[in-house]
């Protein structure tokens, strides 16, 4: 297993258009989550997954903002009409449980960085 | 609100060691995680405590005392390649995680 891969790392594009990054979690993981993080800020929570089913949704995202994770596998995050305020490090994170227990530690990907001109 | 506090930026010398703090006020508590990120790289686990006391794992260690909402993270025998930022996250009553902003650790030589 290669960890979470996030898939592009790098993305630069015009404001207005639309974006979508992949992200496909450690296999046997089946809790996964979208993070926001900007230079010299800890993660901000996005949205969270358990298998398919999209249990948690912050209210600081727009509905510009949209996730799926088709077949509780591999997610996507799409952001709509890009604005320059959604430059940021896009991380995603998986986790194992059955339960929910404080010891839930999350495995992160890369990221993938959007800087929207 | 929520808030987790720690410094900014702290500066060390190699082969020594260094407490990083971390204080909170969240709503509920189940437990507080350290997570070390270099730049430009992913964040990734190094300690999670959710009783009172030390925890310690190599040359890291990591306190906790939910009584003053307060953690700390100790590096002994500093490396050049533990200048990193060092995230504290609380995991909150809802089993959120409310993360700091990070304190960046700089060793020089």
């Known amino acids: ?117 | 609100g929520q808030n987790i506090d720690q410094p900014t930026e702290m500066t060390a010398t190699e082969g020594a060691i260094v407490q990083i703090n971390c204080t909170y006020q969240t709503s509920g508590f189940n437990g507080l995680f350290w997570y070390q990120q270099h730049a430009g790289e992913a964040p990734t686990f190094l300690s999670y405590n959710v009783l009172d006391g030390l925890e310690e794992k190599g040359r890291f260690s990591s306190f906790l005392s939910r009584s003053k909402g307060y953690s700390y993270l100790l590096l002994k025998e500093l490396q050049m390649k533990d200048s990193a930022s060092y995230l504290c996250a609380v995991m909150d009553s809802n089993y959120q995680l409310i993360w700091g902003a990070g304190t960046k650790l700089i060793i020089k030589p």
């Open chain 1, 1 to 117: 297993d290669t960890g979470v891969s996030q898939d592009p790392r790098h993305k630069i594009t015009k404001r207005g258009q639309n974006v979508t990054f992949r992200c496909d979690p450690i296999s046997e993981h089946n809790r996964l989550y979208w993070y926001r993080q900007t230079l010299g800020q800890g993660p901000e929570f996005l949205t969270y997954f358990q298998n398919e089913a999209q249990l948690e949704k912050s209210r600081l995202l727009s509905d510009r903002f949209s996730a799926e994770r088709p077949k509780g596998s591999f997610s996507t995050l799409e952001i709509q009409r890009t604005e320059q305020g959604d430059s940021a490090m896009y991380l995603c994170a998986s986790s194992f449980g059955e339960s929910f227990s404080g010891a839930n530690v999350l495995t992160f990907g890369a990221g993938s960085r959007l800087t929207v001109l």
